[in-house]
């Protein structure tokens, strides 16, 4: 008897917490432009047992917080075909070519889902090493 009374406080609870971000995120560098004004911030991006690891990366103003999914690039390990990074993640770098230009270099096997070309007023260039 006592489960049906608090049965309704747990679906409230499942309810409240249902639409928001469930996964976690764990940096694995994070560099600052040259002019000082973003940060390029690459993560390991966990959703759960159903998912693999991810790496992504977003650009974001210098010092801010990094919330939600990669803004710029996301990209997993297409079930272990990809080269993976220390991290757990398909192997990626980035490097600030200047304030306004990023270079992001990722394995050649990695199913990308996200690879944008300017973010944030960034220009992305994008390199694939590997076979």
């Known amino acids: 008897m006592a489960m049906f009374k608090t049965l309704p406080l747990?679906?409230?609870?499942?309810?409240?917490t249902g639409c928001s971000d469930m996964c976690g995120d764990d940096v694995v560098s994070r560099m600052?432009?040259?002019?000082?004004?973003?940060?390029a911030v690459m993560f390991q991006r966990d959703c759960g047992a159903t998912t693999g690891f991810s790496t992504q990366i977003s650009i974001i103003d210098a010092g801010d917080k990094l919330s939600?999914?990669?803004?710029?690039?996301?990209?997993?390990?297409d079930h272990g075909v990809a080269r993976a990074g220390h991290w757990g993640g398909p192997w990626v770098e980035m490097k600030w070519l200047s304030p306004d230009r990023l270079l992001i270099r990722h394995?050649?096997?990695?199913?990308?889902?996200e690879q944008d070309d300017s973010v944030s007023g960034v220009n992305v260039t994008y390199q694939t090493i590997g076979s």
């Open 68 to 77: 939600g999914a990669g803004n710029t690039f996301r990209a997993d390990d």
């Open 10 to 16: 747990a679906i409230l609870c499942i309810m409240s």
């Open 32 to 39: 600052t432009s040259p002019d000082g004004q973003r940060d």
């Open 107 to 113: 394995a050649a096997k990695a199913r990308i889902f």
